[in-house]
């Protein structure tokens, strides 16, 4: 019950704060063109995944952080706890960051929690960049919240 209240509660914030970084553009920012929004998303082939590429304001608007996979004991890997991400059907989840401003969602499997770090026992190799600080704002870019569509 706890894990649903929680689960509940963080998909809250999600869409909440994805329509902070979808739904809104700063009249300031000369980064962006007439009409283009803060983010581009685009499909990952063979799946139903997709890149969210930020622009450089979107990125200081949201506060975007990362932090590399770890190696752990035992084979395993570790990740800050903050870079865990739950979708709502409890799957767990990081954001990596391949590239410049580039990011995709990808499937862990956590064995263990301890204080501030996960333990993954699959996900994606250590020294791999993850999203700490912004993965709910990216989640909502990928699924269009906040889009007029």
């Not at 930020?54 to 890997?77: E, H, M, S, Y």
């Not at 204080?115 to 999203?131: I, K, R």
């Amino acid at each position: 019950m706890a894990r649903a209240t929680s689960l509940a509660r963080r998909v809250g914030a999600v869409l909440v704060a994805c329509l902070a970084l979808v739904g809104c553009t700063s009249a300031a920012s000369h980064e962006a063109s007439e009409g283009e929004g803060p983010a581009t998303v685009e499909a990952v082939s063979g799946t139903n995944l997709r890149t969210v590429t930020l622009t450089a304001d979107a990125v200081r608007r949201i506060g975007l952080a990362l932090a590399p996979v770890t190696k752990v004991a035992r084979g395993q890997t570790g990740i800050p706890y903050s870079a865990l991400f739950y979708d709502p059907d409890g799957a767990e989840w990081v954001f990596t960051n391949p590239e410049g401003r580039t990011f995709v969602r990808k499937p862990i499997t956590v064995a263990r929690i301890e204080g501030d770090t996960a333990f993954l026992s699959d996900g994606p190799e250590a020294g791999t960049d993850v999203v700490t600080v912004g993965g709910p704002e990216l989640y909502g870019a990928e699924l269009g919240v906040g889009d007029d569509e």
